[in-house]
């Protein structure tokens, strides 16, 4: 295999891989194989939404429940067998939104690059667009609620619908929280694109922060995950002993993969090719 590097992007709650095609396309013309596999979590089969076109998620709740993290992380994990244990590729993991604790649950310490040698393949580093950097031993849910008991953190853009013990939530006022930086027409286009997920319980157990190189894009813009939140996630994360997340810019909202496509595409390829091995 080629000393290049294969990228996998690991999507976001509520996403579908629709919204990231023109950002797979831009890696594409520059020589950049890229994968976006649909996750159980939103993935409107799995959700049992009904008609795509009319989601109902008043349906009831699939007799599993709802799709959780762990579940995603399986779709990312097999994908990575395939590619560095398959095809012995370098992988730099992209993980936006949510998608950022999905990749650091998958990038376990078999598929790491300098853990492989001598063979080829394996992870390189992970690039998180404004995501969620989960501390080990904490779920998405867990990480962002109250410790001491006191009221639910619930984020605009969230509507319940109750099954049951089971919970399943999906978005409204999309175009505006998850899109902004789109003209009207184009953000309506992508918040159709939307679907729903179950609160994410997921616990992580893997702690990639010490064992890859890892960069953040802090999105200066964004209405659905602070930039001052998104600035204190990595500080915490810097203070531990063995981790240095890399921080850039951008002058985007949620979807800089659409809004600093440009500036995304050249971030990446620096920051996969600085970390070759």
Wanted: aromatic content about 10%.
């Amino acid at each position: 295999m080629s000393p290049g590097f294969a990228i996998v992007l690991v999507h976001g709650s509520y996403h579908t891989p629709k919204p990231y095609a023109p950002f797979i396309q831009s890696l594409k013309e520059a020589g950049i194989v890229a994968f976006c596999p649909q996750l159980p979590s939103s993935d409107p089969i799995k959700l049992q939404l009904g008609d795509s076109s009319t989601p109902d998620y008043d349906q009831a709740a699939p007799k599993s429940g709802f799709p959780q993290p762990a579940d995603d992380v399986k779709v990312i994990e097999e994908l990575l067998e395939n590619l560095i244990c398959g095809q012995g590729r370098n992988v730099l993991l992209l993980g936006h939104s949510a998608g950022g604790f999905t990749a650091s649950a998958a990038a376990l310490p078999k598929f790491l690059a300098k853990n492989r040698k001598p063979k080829m393949g394996g992870v390189i580093g992970i690039y998180y667009i404004c995501a969620f950097l989960v501390p080990v031993g904490e779920s998405i849910n867990s990480f962002f609620q109250p410790k001491d008991g006191s009221d639910p953190i619930i984020p605009p853009y969230c509507k319940f619908h109750q099954h049951g013990t089971d919970v399943l939530v999906s978005t409204i006022n999309g175009a505006k929280f998850f899109f902004n930086g789109l003209d009207e027409e184009q953000a309506e286009i992508y918040e159709n694109t939307l679907t729903a997920t179950a609160i994410p319980t997921t616990v992580l157990t893997n702690d990639a922060y010490t064992s890859l190189p890892c960069a953040y894009l802090v999105t200066e813009d964004d209405l659905a995950l602070d930039p001052k939140y998104q600035e204190g996630m990595v500080a915490l994360h810097n203070q531990r002993e063995g981790v240095d997340i890399k921080v850039s810019r951008a002058k985007s909202g949620h979807s800089p993969h659409l809004t600093w496509k440009e500036g995304l595409l050249e971030d990446v390829l620096r920051f996969g090719n600085e970390n070759l091995r």
